[in-house]
């Protein structure tokens, strides 16, 4: 038993050691490009995925693995790490990409004057969506980069290089991907970071939506200059540009792009907005529907300004409990034969359908109990709304005509009784 728990002990204390704040070292995956000419004269692009290692330490350290490409990222301002706090380093996916610039050279603070800067991004995302990192690297070298379309002609990088680097910019986004439901208020989250002060930021956030691009925001830091409005001014001088959308509509739907341009540096993190607004669900009958035998009633099941479209409308019966029933309900049944009405389009973009079918009234379903079951992809569990029928014997005329009949031909021959004996004292 205490060898059960000191096994216990040591996997946590394992687990604890691979947190990511503590981590030395993240294996990345390093996506190159090969860019050759075609015959016709283009440009063609290709991405070759190679094994890389992140490692944090300082300057001259050796790589801990020498049998691959090491990115050694070395104490800046910025520390990568700490915008993945909370995670276990196995729920990180991590992707290195080269950063073109194309062409543009700016001096970097820290920079010396005989380096020129090759440039890295590399993006940490969480593997369940929970947050988008992105840091630029800088890779000091002594080469001069090769002119504006330095993407053509990259400097090769072997299979056992390292590469020391300082993380110069971060941006982030703490939910890529947001739902939300009609007429809420959210805040769309971006932050961003610089490895020095001072620098000219200019952040902007975009609305993307059938290939549509709407600026909603920009400022930049240096003019002040503001266009549109969602920002906080004040949380964006810390570095926080987070868009408020004050009221949600179905046109809010698509994607956000929060955007930080620091020469030559240009980052940005997509927020996937997805409106899901889930239907009303009503019947046109009451819990209890009482009908004669042999009668018929349209029985509608109506599901009502939901969003986006598609809906799983169910109807089910399901009989009463019988006599000699071992235990519970006996399984509802599927209805057949559902008719859809075709989908009703709504004024705020929502949508509505109704399910119906024709109720034979009959007595043996008396007691039986109808369920209208309505899914979609905003709700965890159908919504359901049941009712129960109830059939009534049909009442008869002749047979209330043969009663009567019969009560008055007897009630007659009373009376002609009575008479008889009266008069024979
Ligand atoms: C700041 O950056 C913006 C965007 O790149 C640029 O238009 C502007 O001229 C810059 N301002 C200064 C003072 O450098
Ligand atoms: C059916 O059976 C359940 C439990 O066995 C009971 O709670 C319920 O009242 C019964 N319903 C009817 C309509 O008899």
Redesign the pocket.
């Known amino acids: 038993m205490s060898r059960l728990m000191g096994n216990f002990a040591y996997f946590f204390i394992l687990a604890g050691v691979h947190c990511v704040q503590q981590i030395q070292w993240l294996p990345c995956q390093f996506t190159d490009e090969q860019v050759t000419k075609n015959e016709e004269g283009h440009f063609d692009t290709q991405l070759i995925h190679r094994q890389a290692m992140l490692q944090f330490g300082q300057k001259g350290d050796a790589p801990l693995n020498p049998h691959t490409i090491t990115f050694l990222i070395t104490g800046s301002k910025l520390d990568l790490r700490r915008y993945v706090e909370q995670v276990e380093a196995e729920q990180l996916e991590c992707e290195l990409r080269r950063y073109s610039t194309e062409g543009i050279h700016v001096h970097w603070p820290g920079q010396e004057a005989k380096e020129y800067n090759r440039w890295f991004t590399c993006t940490l995302k969480h593997n369940q969506g929970l947050f988008t990192v992105t840091g630029f690297l800088r890779h000091p070298s002594d080469h001069a980069p090769p002119g504006q379309q330095d993407f053509r002609r990259w400097p090769a990088i072997s299979d056992t290089e390292k590469l020391t680097t300082a993380v110069a910019m971060v941006i982030k986004t703490q939910r890529p991907s947001v739902k939300a439901r009609l007429g809420s208020q959210q805040k769309l989250h971006c932050q961003f970071s610089v490895d020095h002060r001072g620098a000219?930021v200019?952040v902007e956030w975009h609305r993307q939506h059938h290939g549509e691009r709407t600026k909603l925001f920009s400022h930049?830091s240096?003019?002040k200059l503001v266009q549109g409005s969602g920002v906080e001014l004040k949380a964006l001088a810390g570095g926080d540009a987070s868009y408020t959308l004050p009221f949600t509509k179905v046109k809010s739907d698509g994607a956000y792009i929060c955007s930080v341009?620091v020469?030559p540096l240009f980052g940005s993190v997509d927020i996937n907005l997805h409106i899901e607004e889930p239907p009303r669900v009503s019947l046109n009958v009451g819990p209890t529907l009482v009908l004669q035998e042999g009668s018929e009633q349209k029985v509608i099941c109506e599901a009502e300004n939901y969003y986006p479209l598609d809906v799983d409308i169910v109807w089910y019966e399901q009989d009463p409990n019988t006599s000699g029933q071992r235990v519970g309900l006996p399984l509802p049944k599927v209805l057949p034969n559902i008719l859809l009405s075709s989908h009703k389009h709504n004024q705020d973009m929502t949508y509505s359908v109704s399910a119906f079918f024709y109720l034979q009234a009959s007595t043996r379903h008396s007691e039986r109990e109808y369920i209208c079951s309505v899914s979609h992809q905003s709700l965890r569990m159908p919504i359901k709304k049941r009712f129960i029928l109830k059939v009534e014997e049909p009442f008869s005329w002749m047979f209330f005509l043969i009663v009567s009949f019969i009560i008055l031909v007897l009630l007659a021959v009373l009376v002609v009784m009575l008479c008889y004996l009266n008069s024979g004292e």
Do not use: A, E, I
Request: proline fraction near 0%; glycine fraction near 0%.
């Open positions: 000219n200019t930049t240096r003019t341009l020469n």
